[in-house]
């Protein structure tokens, strides 16, 4: 865990319409550098549309988010991997026929330094590019168990391999902030032990900030530092797990009652 003053990530007063629906209503808080921060709600809280703003796919009708101090708000979205923010999706996002080793480098392209005029041409410093990538994404591989399936198409593989290829290409971006969307979705209980290792292990070894939306209650409470809750776009409750287990607004929303506390 971080101890540095100024923020990652600072989502300050956001709100979203779509029509007559408020998905968002005012939204604030804010990502410490090294934590892992837990994002918590029930279906349609409004935790994939605060995802979606933070990767520019939504546009946010006020507020701001600002990213290593500044605003992101008029940042295109092709250009967010490159300020250092990965994602991972609800539903797998890859190319399926592709082998599990182009895949992970698709992520590290990001951080390539090949123009594309040296790339349609072929140039020398393409094919070094091209080498360093692949070894980055051997590494990265190695580390998540996953050379095994390195020739292997992604789409041929079980579920719970595909989110490791998933994660495995989001690390090779070399992101300081990781948005993981739900990642524990179709997991059985080993894998779910295993994804609980990697969240921490990249934030312990890598240095990487993790900001997580999923409804598996264990994990969430078992790996994140901080958590926020939404509730019909709101923020209700703020804190460390401990706190939020037992916070009466929160028992409310999961379980439609007030607690009795």
Request: with cysteine; net charge neutral.
């Amino acid at each position: 865990m971080s101890n540095s003053a100024e923020p990652l990530l600072s989502v300050r007063g956001v709100t979203v319409r779509f029509g007559g629906i408020v998905a968002l209503d005012g939204v604030s808080f804010d990502v410490r550098r090294g934590d892992i921060c837990g994002l918590i709600g029930p279906n349609g809280a409004g935790k994939t549309t605060l995802f979606n703003c933070l990767s520019r796919l939504y546009q946010y009708q006020a507020g701001d988010i600002l990213y290593e101090g500044k605003s992101i708000t008029n940042t295109p979205t092709h250009q967010i991997a490159g300020l250092g923010m990965g994602r991972t999706f609800q539903n797998l996002a890859m190319f399926r026929t592709m082998p599990v080793r182009e895949n992970v480098m698709v992520g590290a392209h990001c951080r390539s330094s090949a123009g594309f005029l040296s790339s349609a041409l072929r140039l020398p410093s393409v094919s070094a590019e091209e080498a360093r990538l692949r070894d980055k994404a051997l590494k990265i591989m190695d580390d998540l168990d996953l050379t095994q399936f390195q020739d292997r198409p992604v789409g041929d593989l079980p579920f719970g391999i595909q989110k490791r290829v998933e994660f495995a290409r989001a690390l090779a971006a070399e992101p300081k902030l990781l948005l993981l969307d739900e990642p524990a979705a179709g997991l059985n209980h080993e894998e779910l032990s295993e994804l609980s290792r990697l969240i921490r292990d990249a934030r312990d070894r890598l240095g990487i900030t993790v900001l997580l939306v999923e409804h598996h209650m264990s994990l969430v409470m078992s790996v994140s530092d901080h958590i926020v809750a939404l509730n019909f776009g709101r923020k209700i409750a703020e804190g460390n797990p401990e706190h939020i287990q037992k916070h009466p607004d929160v028992i409310e929303a999961y379980l439609g009652a007030p607690a009795n506390v």
